[in-house]
C-alpha cells in the first residue's frame, strides 16, 4: 500500500514526530511504500540541522535524515511554513538574502501542491498532529 | 510555483476533506489550514470542509483582530467560492455548545454556474451523526 505521512507538530515539544517516525519505519519493514512525508505547521521545525539535543535523548531530526538516507524516503518541508519559522535551505537563504541556511540532508522545501498531491497518489493519507 | 499546479495522476479525482477544529486565533493552524485549501484549490479535486469543536469560531461574522496584532483572515472564506470550495459542512452540536447559532456565521455564498449563476448558500449545518457519514465518504481527510 503507499501511504502519505502528514507531520503537523514540532520535535520534542510533540510526540507527533516521533509517533510519525515509528510508523514510517513500520510501514517500510511491512513492504509498504511511503510516497511522500510532508511537514507542515511546526513540524517544519523538524527539518533542523542546528538542533543539538542531550546525548543521552533521541535526535529526531537526525533519525529523519537517516531514514531517508536509507530509504530514498521524500521528506519535504512546506515552504510557506518554513519561511515564517526560520527554517530555509541554501537555495532559498539566498533568495531571501540571509547568511545563513539550517535544512539538514535529506529534506527539501516545496509547496504545499506536493501535499495535495501526495493525497491524490497515496491509498492512505496519515496525519500526526495535535 | 509550477509544482502547486499540476493535476492528480491520470486525471484521477478524489475527496478531500479538511477538518477545521481550532479557533481562528490563538494557533495558527486555522490560517495555515486555509492556506492548505486555497492551493488544493489547483488541483481540481471535489473538495469539502468541515467546522467541528472550537472551529465553528473560524467562520463567525465581524471578527476584529486589531487589538491582538493578529491579521484578520476570516474575509478569505469569502472568496472560497470563486475556487469551487462550495461545501463548508458545519457542525450543529459544537455551534450550540458555544452558544452560536447559523445566524452568527458568515453569509458565504457560491454562484452556480450551471444554474445561470444562481447565489447558493455554501455552508451547511449538519448535525453530529450526519457529519460522521460525511467524514467516512471521503478518501483523504487533512485534519487541523
Known amino acids: 500500500m503507499k501511504f502519505a505521512i502528514v507531520v503537523n507538530e514540532g520535535p520534542y515539544t510533540h510526540q507527533a514526530s516521533d509517533t510519525a517516525f515509528q510508523f514510517a519505519k513500520s510501514v517500510l519493514a511491512k513492504g509498504h511504500e511511503i510516497v511522500r512525508v510532508f511537514f507542515y505547521h511546526d513540524g517544519v521545525n523538524n527539518g533542523t540541522k542546528l538542533a543539538v539535543p542531550p546525548q543521552d535523548d533521541r535526535h529526531i531530526p537526525n533519525n529523519w535524515s537517516a531514514l531517508a538516507k536509507e530509504n530514498e524516503l521524500d521528506l519535504v518541508l512546506c515552504i510557506a511554513a518554513a519561511q515564517r519559522r526560520g527554517i530555509l535551505d541554501e537555495k532559498e537563504a539566498g533568495r531571501q538574502g540571509k547568511d545563513s541556511n539550517n535544512v539538514i540532508d535529506g529534506f527539501r522545501i516545496s509547496g504545499l501542491g506536493q501535499l495535495i498531491e501526495a493525497g491524490i497518489q497515496a491509498d492512505r493519507t496519515v496525519t500526526f498532529g495535535d | ?144
Open chain 2, 1 to 144: 510555483m509550477s509544482d502547486e499546479m499540476q493535476e492528480g495522476p491520470q486525471g484521477e479525482v478524489k475527496k478531500f476533506m479538511y477538518v477545521n477544529r481550532k479557533a481562528p486565533y490563538g494557533t495558527i493552524y486555522a490560517l495555515e489550514a486555509l492556506e492548505v485549501v486555497l492551493i488544493g484549490a489547483a488541483f481540481d479535486q471535489d473538495v469539502s470542509l468541515a467546522f467541528i469543536d472550537d472551529g465553528v469560531f473560524q467562520l463567525t461574522d465581524g471578527q476584529k483582530t486589531d487589538d491582538i496584532g493578529i491579521k484578520n483572515f476570516s474575509p478569505a472564506f469569502r472568496a472560497l467560492g470563486d475556487y469551487d470550495v462550495t461545501k463548508l459542512y458545519v457542525e450543529k452540536e459544537s455551534l450550540e455548545e458555544r452558544g452560536l447559532t447559523r445566524d452568527d456565521l458568515m453569509d458565504l455564498t457560491w454562484e452556480d454556474e450551471d444554474n445561470d449563476w444562481e447565489e447558493k448558500p455554501s455552508i451547511r449545518v449538519v448535525s453530529r451523526e450526519e457529519m460522521k457519514s460525511v467524514l467516512s465518504d471521503q478518501d483523504v481527510i487533512l485534519s487541523f
